[in-house]
């Protein structure tokens, strides 16, 4: 997982941490440590407040981690299979793999998270109320209430992808039967949401109040980037629908055997026909990749020696496509892999490959003919 690391397993679901979490983190801390601590309880040693501001940070990471096991536990518990939590400091992303199948479902997967940040904002006020305001753990306390609080209503606002605009987006599904018209709608309340909010930021900044400008500008902006992609995400998913791999793959593939030299593969194959890399045939049966890289790695005069098979990565250790595979999955494989192509393989025959470009002109193919999935 990109710039993410494991920090642990709770309840079969992976947690891990996003590396801006630390950078975050840090600024948090030290701005607690100047600003909020010192106004609310001041006379206290600068070591007294880097400490509750580093507490309140972590306090407020757990908090956040709570409100993504509640949807992840929830879908979890409707049959919707979870892999991994991934924590940013303000919030964090459930790997759900599944969209649900009911609107019921979506209803609760997404109410849960923001009921959670108020509860734990209810439980903050209350303990304050015992405890008072003004020691250094009632400040710590006031902090987990402002901040769980505002967590929980920044995400019930009604744009998709955020929790509330899943929560619209179920409410929609369920009074018209329709997920996709039910999605795009919910996208569109959102980028509508962040447009108001943008102007709203530009107007404030230009008024001279220029941090909520920023911070309520910031917002926007990152609610219309958030909209914007799970609007690709929905683009995606219906220019591919129903489309499965060997529809799309070039069946014709070059191929070489396993038993010549890198020389000859070199002379023979890579330099005439301008290749980078070539599938490897051991007789029958598809053996594996050989790419110039590999090549590269063995010593110039050993190639008239050296096989393509004792060089080549085995395809044991390939990532490859079926040919009923939908689509979609593969292009997937291909982006999480970083790769250009990818072999088709079926009981153990290569059947064809799957290039980055085939899709590409496939997809443009089915646009100049005018063919659109129904939504
Ligand atoms: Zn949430």
């Given at each position: 997982m990109g710039g993410s690391f494991r920090i642990g397993n709770i309840a079969g679901i992976d947690i891990y941490i996003n590396f801006s979490w630390f950078i975050v983190v840090v600024f948090l801390t030290i701005s607690l440590a100047i600003g909020w601590f010192p106004s609310l309880v001041p006379g206290y040693a600068t070591g007294a407040y880097l400490f509750l501001g580093m507490l309140a940070s972590l306090l407020l990471f757990a908090s956040?981690?709570?409100?993504?096991?509640?949807?992840?536990?929830?879908?979890?518990?409707?049959?919707l299979p979870v892999k991994s939590i991934i924590l940013f400091i303000f919030g964090g992303v459930s790997n759900i793999e599944q969209e649900p199948e009911r609107p019921g479902i979506e209803f609760q997967m997404a109410f849960v998270g923001p009921l959670v940040s108020l509860l734990i904002g209810g439980l903050s006020l209350l303990i304050l109320y015992f405890i008072g305001g003004r020691s250094p753990l009632g400040?710590?306390?006031?902090?987990?209430?402002?901040?769980?609080?505002?967590?929980?209503?920044?995400?019930?606002?009604?744009?998709?992808?955020?929790?509330?605009?899943?929560?619209?987006?179920?409410?929609?599904?369920?009074?018209?039967?329709?997920?996709?018209?039910?999605?795009?709608?919910?996208?569109?309340?959102?980028?509508?949401?962040?447009?108001?909010?943008?102007?709203?930021?530009?107007?404030l900044f230009?008024?001279?109040?220029?941090?909520?400008?920023?911070?309520?500008?910031?917002?926007?902006?990152?609610?219309?980037?958030?909209?914007?992609?799970?609007?690709?995400?929905?683009?995606?998913?219906?220019?591919?629908?129903?489309?499965?791999?060997?529809?799309?793959?070039e069946t014709h593939v070059e191929t070489v055997p396993a038993n010549i030299s890198l020389q000859r593969l070199v002379d023979g194959y890579f330099l005439p026909h301008a290749l980078r890399s070539a599938f490897v045939m051991q007789g029958e049966r598809f053996a594996g990749v050989i790419t110039l890289g590999e090549v590269r790695q063995v010593a110039r005069e050993e190639w008239g020696q050296t096989l393509v098979g004792f060089v080549m990565t085995p395809v044991e250790q390939m990532k490859v496509a079926q040919p009923q595979q939908p689509i979609g999955d593969a292009l997937k494989l291909m982006i999480a892999q970083r790769a250009n192509e990818l072999p088709v393989v079926q009981n153990g025959q290569l059947v064809g490959v799957l290039t980055r470009d085939g899709i590409v002109h496939y997809i443009e193919i089915r646009r100049s003919l005018g063919m659109h999935n129904a939504a």
């Amino acid at each position: 997982m990109g710039g993410s690391f494991r920090i642990g397993n709770i309840a079969g679901i992976d947690i891990y941490i996003n590396f801006s979490w630390f950078i975050v983190v840090v600024f948090l801390t030290i701005s607690l440590a100047i600003g909020w601590f010192p106004s609310l309880v001041p006379g206290y040693a600068t070591g007294a407040y880097l400490f509750l501001g580093m507490l309140a940070s972590l306090l407020l990471f757990a908090s956040v981690l709570l409100h993504e096991l509640a949807h992840s536990l929830v879908a979890r518990s409707r049959g919707l299979p979870v892999k991994s939590i991934i924590l940013f400091i303000f919030g964090g992303v459930s790997n759900i793999e599944q969209e649900p199948e009911r609107p019921g479902i979506e209803f609760q997967m997404a109410f849960v998270g923001p009921l959670v940040s108020l509860l734990i904002g209810g439980l903050s006020l209350l303990i304050l109320y015992f405890i008072g305001g003004r020691s250094p753990l009632g400040a710590v306390f006031t902090y987990l209430a402002a901040s769980n609080l505002l967590l929980g209503i920044f995400n019930l606002i009604p744009g998709f992808p955020l929790d509330g605009g899943r929560v619209l987006r179920s409410i929609i599904w369920k009074i018209t039967g329709n997920f996709r018209r039910a999605t795009r709608i919910a996208t569109i309340v959102g980028e509508v949401i962040a447009y108001l909010l943008i102007v709203c930021g530009v107007l404030l900044f230009f008024a001279g109040n220029t941090f909520s400008g920023i911070w309520i500008g910031f917002t926007g902006w990152f609610l219309f980037s958030a909209a914007q992609s799970s609007n690709a995400q929905v683009a995606f998913d219906t220019a591919f629908r129903g489309v499965v791999v060997s529809q799309v793959m070039e069946t014709h593939v070059e191929t070489v055997p396993a038993n010549i030299s890198l020389q000859r593969l070199v002379d023979g194959y890579f330099l005439p026909h301008a290749l980078r890399s070539a599938f490897v045939m051991q007789g029958e049966r598809f053996a594996g990749v050989i790419t110039l890289g590999e090549v590269r790695q063995v010593a110039r005069e050993e190639w008239g020696q050296t096989l393509v098979g004792f060089v080549m990565t085995p395809v044991e250790q390939m990532k490859v496509a079926q040919p009923q595979q939908p689509i979609g999955d593969a292009l997937k494989l291909m982006i999480a892999q970083r790769a250009n192509e990818l072999p088709v393989v079926q009981n153990g025959q290569l059947v064809g490959v799957l290039t980055r470009d085939g899709i590409v002109h496939y997809i443009e193919i089915r646009r100049s003919l005018g063919m659109h999935n129904a939504a």
